[in-house]
């Protein structure tokens, strides 16, 4: 229940930043990054991917193929439904092809990274002092 309750947690502040407009987010001279809306957009979908592959993993016996299909193609839709949405009726954001491919590649990574990163993390987990917190094997 509580990698469910992540995943959609994590599609509504998605929803969120997204459809806030572009002039409330900070503008710093310090993140002066080309592109560096891409950057995010690959960063918030690849971790949605990493929890969407996680719940599919944990719930079902399904291949990872088949994970990593239907997990790549939730990010691919709700990256698509997003970018309608700026497009269309977001008046203060427009959609953009480049944060769709962007969506696209973070939920490609997140899988093609799945068993490197749960391996790292099971590792992490099981030293000190990690080893006396074991919630912390089920949010994670």
């Known amino acids: 229940m509580v ?3 992540r995943n959609i947690i994590w599609a509504i502040i998605i929803f969120i930043l997204c459809a806030l407009p572009s002039n409330r987010f900070p503008s ?3 993140i002066n990054i080309p592109h560096f809306d891409k950057v995010v957009h690959f960063g918030i979908f690849f971790i949605w991917g990493i ?3 996680s719940e599919l993993n944990y719930r079902f016996s399904w291949s990872r193929r088949k994970i990593a299909v239907i997990t790549s193609t939730l990010v691919a839709v709700y990256g698509g439904v997003i970018e309608l949405l700026q497009h269309y009726c977001l008046v203060s954001r427009s959609g953009d092809y480049f944060d769709f491919l962007a969506d696209i590649l973070g939920g490609i990574v997140a899988v093609g990274l799945f068993a490197w990163l749960k391996k790292q993390k099971d ?3 099981n030293r000190k002092p990690f080893v006396h917190f074991p919630f912390l094997k089920k949010i994670l």
């Open 3 to 5: 990698r469910f309750l």
């Open 28 to 30: 710093s001279s310090f």
């Open 51 to 53: 929890f969407i592959f």
């Open 123 to 125: 590792l992490l987990l």
